[in-house]
């Protein structure tokens, strides 16, 4: 059965991290771009990072670079989102994706792209 699951969301106090993995079944990601998307209550769905297939270059949405770094492991069929310094504005429920590899893009993380979703997993940053 081919699945996207995420995993690691939780309730952190803003200034707190937190490490979202996305791990994949049935499939392999070795091929495929990977992108990290998020929606709060009320807003559209947003890139948020994401990942190239082949040589690991990133995009980083401009409300998230410095604080956010995507990653992934292969041989793991995982990929990462590290997110420290995190803010309440980054409360919302976070889904990974795929896209085929030649689909990603170094200006930014383009929805249309991305044709395989996980369930999501909810982040809260608050006190």
């Known amino acids: 059965q081919v699945q996207l699951v995420e995993s690691g969301g939780g309730l952190v106090q803003p200034g707190g991290s937190l490490r979202l993995s996305c791990a994949a079944s049935?499939?392999?990601?070795?091929?495929?771009?990977i992108g990290w998307f998020r929606q709060a209550p009320g807003k559209e769905r947003e890139g948020v990072s994401c990942?190239?297939?082949?040589?690991?270059?990133?995009y980083y949405a401009p409300s998230v670079s410095g604080r956010f770094t995507i990653s992934r492991d292969n041989a793991r069929n995982t990929v990462y989102l590290q997110m420290n310094s995190l803010e309440p504005e980054d409360t919302a429920v976070y889904y990974c994706?795929?896209?085929?590899?030649?689909?990603?893009?170094?200006?930014?993380?383009?929805?249309?792209?991305?044709?395989?979703w996980g369930q999501g997993t909810q982040v809260t940053v608050a006190t």
């Open positions: 994706a795929t896209a085929p590899g030649s689909s990603y893009s170094g200006y930014g993380c383009f929805k249309g792209n991305y044709d395989y």
């Open positions: 049935g499939f392999g990601l070795d091929n495929y771009a």
């Open positions: 990942i190239s297939s082949s040589d690991g270059s990133a």
